[in-house]
């Protein structure tokens, strides 16, 4: 049971360049989430999708693009690359929107930007 | 508004010692509240979490936590310390009302349990 997959696991960029993060869940969760931590700061969300068609922005969204492809996908886009973008990013997948059900998470991309 | 507190960026016990990882929390309306667990290079893994009902909410690998609406906290909490149980743990919070992902997370507590 793969759970939340996320690729790649580790990606350097140069200040300006672009990248997409992949994101796809196996669990037929409605909704999907990116998140970035940050030493000492937690995790801080960055967009989300309740459910697929649609998009939300969350806490830290400047910078970054999200596309929700269909149930099981959700990318993130960093359309130029800043230094302050380095960063430990992870999808989070839900059963429900609302309800008090847990979050999955995959495993991390870390990111450098130089 | 809906925000989250770890008073400890560090704590360390003896292996077979109990353990306490304190989190208060602020919410507006009735509260949802998680604890994670993140072992190194891993994503964060859901230890348990309360909803409404009875204080004391068991979880994963033995571990507990009690609510205290009074004091407005969710301290994690294990009888008898393992040295495996050494990770980051991640306190978070969300108003009964909304969207699962917009829980606010804490800035995480390290656990180092020694032999």
């Known amino acids: 049971n793969a759970g939340v997959t996320q690729t790649p696991k580790f990606q350097v960029l140069k200040t300006g360049q672009s990248m997409t993060l992949q994101c796809a869940q196996d669990?037929?969760?409605?909704?999907m989430y990116w998140y970035r931590q940050d030493p000492g700061m937690g995790l801080r969300l960055i967009y989300y999708?309740?459910?697929?068609?649609?998009?939300d922005k969350g806490e830290v969204p400047n910078g970054y693009n999200v596309s929700r492809l269909n149930k099981r996908e959700f990318s993130l886009r960093l359309e130029s690359a800043a230094p302050s973008q380095t960063s430990v990013y992870f999808c989070a997948s839900g059963s429900r929107p609302l309800g008090g059900e847990k979050l999955f998470f995959g495993s991390g991309t870390q990111l450098s930007v130089l | 508004a809906q925000s989250v507190a770890q008073p400890e960026d560090q704590v360390n016990v003896a292996e077979g010692n109990p353990l306490t990882v304190k989190c208060t929390y602020s919410?507006?309306?009735?509260?949802?509240l998680f604890w994670y667990v993140q072992y190194p290079n891993r994503g964060l893994q859901f230890l348990l979490k309360?909803?409404?009902?009875?204080?004391l909410v068991k979880g994963s690998y033995g571990f507990e936590a009690e609510f205290n609406k009074s004091q407005t906290s969710f301290h994690l909490k294990k009888p008898s310390a393992l040295v495996s149980d050494s990770a980051l743990y991640f306190c978070a919070v969300r108003d009964s009302g909304t969207n699962a992902g917009k829980s606010t997370f804490g800035d995480g507590t390290t656990l180092t349990v020694k032999p």
């Open positions: 999708s309740a459910s697929e068609g649609t998009t």
């Open positions: 919410v507006s309306g009735n509260p949802y």
């Open positions: 309360y909803i409404t009902g009875d204080n």
């Open positions: 669990m037929n969760h409605n909704s």
